[in-house]
DNA sequence: TTAATTTTGTGCTGTCAAACATAAATTCTT
DNA sequence: AAGAATTTATGTTTGACAGCACAAAATTAA
């Protein structure tokens, strides 16, 4: 269920946007060629196996990418927020999309067409340099959790994974409140564990005064001990 | 220990290279700013941690790249082979090296100055394309990984590393006998398992005539095997 | 409201793979 | 060549975590 026509200035206007670096006449040359989608919450973006058509960028809402492992068993590889990228990595190797985008929450997307993005890596350096960048960070990143999810013990893992969530979408105004409301399972699939594991596991730690638990919402209490868990075990 | 004025024109000449897409003008001004450096089997390019000065270019040999991970363990990220570059993601990312380079092999390496390439970068569209893309299929590499290594059982996650090194370093003359000659350390390094589940697992292997063993050297008897194997464990 | 479905929570059991122990074979030293 | 060190090999024990079963709670549907 796509509706035409939204507003996604977002992307252009975000100052955390590789954008930025494009001149105001660059900036409308995209700006007359992108399509904006909106997504209900649970609705498939894209999915592993497709063609990408388009750079994807996320106005607003939140989506997760992931992979089917193993019989189904899902693998969450990334977490992306408002204004970022989705789907990029398919279109810059040139394959089809290796992973899923599902939107966790209402979402606004602008799609940019193929061709134009890549004129546009052709037309200014820098912009293609900020690509570079983004693409060798997030290598980085996933090297990273290669080692931590093959390495870590559970309780380390989800530490790691809550700690993520709090990088990624920050806290309400409380403080202190995750600013994205996972199921169980999802959690689990972001830290390679089984459902009960990470229910228990939540369990715990609540009991132990790191965070606290109500329903879908998960407030970390204490910073430290979290960080020293997901370190340590 | 490092021997200056080596030969490393591979690097220039191979057209598996991102070079390729240079000028013979923009070619020359990498070639006289670059410096090889040879290092003997053992020998560490540099470690986690250190800060990258410039692109390495792998023109002869092999490499590991490695991570130091929970209580030391060591996990493989991936394994080089002549063209092909070295270090280029933490370069890239502007960040210190994640990661840990050591010759398996006698090597030889091209180092190309940090600035010289950047300037490259900007120089020439069509080769910041070529590293885009490179980046962007390096990362879907390393999240197929994440998952493999996540999900798959100990048969399956070393019938992948075979395929792996069957792909990335061909065979010896004889059609069967995989280029290159690791550890049996090593070879669980690469898979995620111990030392002894991979010596374990290879002699099970062998017994099933899907390959077989004469030291340090792994003929692969029937692919099919073992990407059946690989697949479903 | 009741019923159905999904999500969350908890205990129990089984198993895969790590950890440990030990020995044989190979390679490196001196 | 003798000894030390490393790598390879194999058996045994242990433990972390998956798998399963089931119950309670929350959400959705009728």
Redesign the pocket.
């Known amino acids: 269920m796509k509706h035409k026509d939204i507003n996604c200035d977002n992307c252009f206007i975000s100052k955390s946007s590789v954008f930025t670096v494009l001149t105001d006449e660059e900036k409308n040359i995209i700006r007359q060629n992108h399509s904006c989608t909106h997504y209900k919450k649970g609705e498939i973006i894209y999915k592993e196996g497709d063609k990408p058509t388009g750079l994807i960028c996320l106005s607003d809402g939140k989506v997760k990418i992931y992979k089917e492992g193993v019989?189904g068993?899902e693998q969450i590889v990334r977490m992306a927020k408002p204004v970022g990228f989705i789907g990029y990595r398919a279109l810059f190797a040139n394959e089809n999309y290796i992973a899923s985008a599902l939107a966790i929450e209402d979402s606004t997307v602008c799609n940019i067409d193929k061709k134009i993005l890549f004129e546009m890596i052709h037309r200014n350096t820098e912009f293609a340099s900020n690509i570079i960048k983004s693409l060798a960070t997030e290598l980085g990143f996933s090297n990273n959790r290669t080692v931590t999810l093959t390495q870590k013990?559970?309780?380390g893992r989800l530490a790691e994974s809550l700690l993520f969530l709090m990088d990624t979408y920050g806290f309400e105004e409380d403080g202190k409140t995750i600013r994205v409301y996972l199921?169980?399972?999802d959690i689990a699939n972001l830290s390679?564990?089984?459902?009960?594991?990470a229910?228990?596991t939540?369990?715990t730690f609540a009991s132990e005064n790191i965070i606290s638990?109500d329903?879908?919402k998960i407030s970390i209490l204490d910073v430290r001990a979290l960080g020293k868990v997901s370190e340590m075990g």
């Open positions: 019989g068993r013990h559970i309780r199921s169980r399972e390679n564990m089984t459902t009960s594991n229910i228990r939540l369990s638990l329903g879908r």
